[in-house]
């Protein structure tokens, strides 16, 4: 469109409102569509202008994506990279300031995007990034003080619902994303090679202790044993479903390792048809 | 709310600081700088982990200014009360010396632009913004200092000008001015302005803070440059130069500053606070001096 036609069009136009100046420049930077925004500018102002707030936001925005997905970035490569960002950013732009949280719907953008159908793992790597990058900012929140499970009664220790603390995540893989992106981050080109990717599911712990970020792998019973514990179903549910020697020493492991900060109970008419587990203190 | 019934006024001393970033968290750590304070962007420190346990760790040794770069003061859909309550979490674990945000917006229909975008400079706006450093102010329970932008564009229907708009701020809501030496620079020389002129409508009473940085060039097609905000270098002699002006005006102001791009070691940014801390020393000598005469 002709720069004379919006010098013209600006003449004809009203006052915009702040609302309607907004919504025309989140058009020129998200959408790419200048025309509304370029006839509110001032008239020596060139409305090329716009293209430096839309490379800004566009740069600001990958470059958060760039940083909370470090492997799948070296994957895929800058260029690529940058590519896949701009449609994403494009279609999912950033809801709030707070950019440590931008980026949740990557992974599913990643599996479902043409160009990167190849690298099957890719997806599955972006998941496991996305968990760590929780992990990362996650709330600070203190261990459980074990004294307060002690105290309650033990009819009602079966109704505990735990509260696990906010950098954990649990995440299954169809494809080992947790050796791919070790290998990926130290470019261990040795580690990446000797990767099977028929090797089958595998299930991942991810958290954050005083050292750093910690992924672990655990087997399938402990998988679901942990899975249920974090999603707060009552213990004895837990016990219940979870069939496997064992547990009693997993979960004495995670209340050592402070991976819960609270608890509440079950309503009580839960525990009728229950058998209570072992004391927890 | 009043001034008066809010949280006393700043105790950053008159004197330089570093805006503190992640790169030089260890540093920081490790040698323990000279400088007067530190300035963080609130925004990196809204959830938990290491680069809290580091704030943590130097705000026992330094006043801390909370710097928002996201909360969009100028947003005519009011503002995101989930943003404005992590920044009073953050304030309320950091307890900082000075809180300060942006003439600027950031968030329209439910989205973030990653920006500081320019407001038109309306009746219209000045409302909008007025009301949210109002709802700000009693939401944190004390005053807090806007920045001046630095800009790029105009718009046709702006009716008021920058600084009278800065100024007007102050007054109906007795919040403080953050000036920004280098921004005044910038978008004086982007639009044509005096910064001299832009510096002398600024009421001295408010002024609470100053920022420093650096910024690039951009030559345009039409043979004129376009100067960019990107602090990313040291600060020019034009803006040291202006900064003189700003000191002679407001007096011995607490001065930051600023690197975000290509951030150096950290001795290359306590080089240019050493200056600034210089330039302050003599406009400190020079307040005495005009008061024993």
Not at chain 1, 168 to 174: E, F, G, N, P
Not at chain 1, 178 to 202: F, K, Y
Not at chain 1, 211 to 236: I, Q, Y
Not at chain 2, 182 to 206: E, R
Request: contains cysteine; hydrophobic residues 45%; aromatic residues 8%.
């Amino acid at each position: 469109m002709p720069v004379r036609f919006w010098h013209w069009l600006r003449g004809r136009r009203a006052v915009p409102t702040l609302l309607e100046l907004q919504r025309a420049m989140r058009a020129s930077l998200v959408d790419r569509d200048d025309g509304a925004a370029a006839a509110m500018l001032a008239e020596n102002v060139p409305p090329d202008r716009l293209n430096i707030y839309r490379n800004t936001f566009v740069t600001g925005v990958t470059k958060a994506l760039r940083l909370s997905y470090p492997a799948v970035y070296r994957l895929v490569g800058a260029d690529f990279f940058e590519g896949a960002a701009g449609l994403f950013i494009a279609r999912h732009p950033p809801r709030s300031a707070y950019l440590d949280e931008y980026g949740t719907d990557f992974p599913a953008f990643l599996r479902d995007f043409q160009p990167a159908a190849s690298l099957v793992y890719l997806a599955d790597v972006a998941r496991l990034e996305w968990a760590v990058n929780r992990a990362i900012h996650a709330a600070d929140g203190e261990p459980l003080d074990l004294t307060r499970l002690s105290a309650l009664p033990s009819e009602d220790q079966i109704r505990i619902c735990f509260v696990p603390h906010p950098s954990i995540s649990l995440v299954r893989t169809d494809y080992p994303a947790d050796v791919i992106w070790r290998g990926v981050l130290s470019g261990d080109d040795a580690a990446l090679a000797a990767v099977d990717l028929e090797a089958g599911p595998v299930r991942l712990l991810v958290e954050r202790r005083t050292t750093g970020v910690e992924v672990s792998r655990l087997d399938d019973a402990a998988w679901r044993f942990a899975t249920m514990l974090c999603e707060g179903h009552p213990l004895a549910a837990v016990f219940i479903a979870a069939t496997d020697t064992g547990n009693d020493a997993l979960l004495t492991e995670y209340l050592a390792a402070g991976r819960f900060i609270d608890f509440r109970l079950a309503p009580a008419e839960f525990s009728v048809h229950t058998t209570p587990p072992e004391a927890v203190s | 709310m009043s001034p008066a019934a809010m949280k006393s006024p700043s105790p950053i001393p008159a004197k330089a600081g570093i805006g503190l970033r992640f790169q030089h968290h260890q540093a920081v750590a490790d040698v323990a700088p000279d400088v007067a304070w530190m300035e963080v962007h609130t925004e990196n420190y809204m959830g938990g982990g290491t680069p809290l346990r580091y704030l943590d760790a130097i705000r026992c040794e330094y006043p801390i200014s909370l710097h928002g770069v996201g909360l969009s003061l100028g947003s005519a859909e009011g503002l995101d009360p989930a943003h404005l309550e992590r920044i009073r979490r953050v304030a309320e674990r950091i307890e900082p010396a000075l809180m300060s945000e942006h003439i600027a917006w950031s968030v329209t229909d439910g989205t973030y632009l990653a920006d500081l975008l320019p407001l038109p400079m309306t009746e219209e706006s000045l409302s909008v913004v007025c009301r949210h450093v109002d709802q700000v102010q009693n939401h944190m329970k004390r005053r807090i200092l806007v920045e001046n932008p630095s800009t790029y564009l105009r718009f046709c229907h702006s009716t008021i000008p920058e600084w009278e708009f800065m100024t007007a701020v102050a007054e109906r809501t007795g919040c403080g001015i953050l000036c920004d030496v280098n921004n005044i620079y910038v978008s004086a020389h982007n639009h044509g302005w005096d910064a001299s002129t832009y510096l002398a409508a600024l009421p001295p009473a408010a002024i609470g803070e100053i920022h420093l940085a650096g910024h690039s060039v951009r030559p345009l097609d039409d043979g004129s440059t376009l100067r960019i905000d990107d602090h990313g270098s040291r600060v020019i002699a034009e803006v040291w130069a202006l900064y003189r002006e700003a000191l002679g005006r407001f007096g011995p102001i607490p001065t930051l500053i600023e690197w975000d791009t290509d951030v150096p070691p950290l001795d290359v940014l306590l080089g240019e606070a050493d200056h600034a801390g210089a330039l302050l020393a003599l406009a400190e000598g020079e307040a005495r001096g005009a008061n024993v005469a």
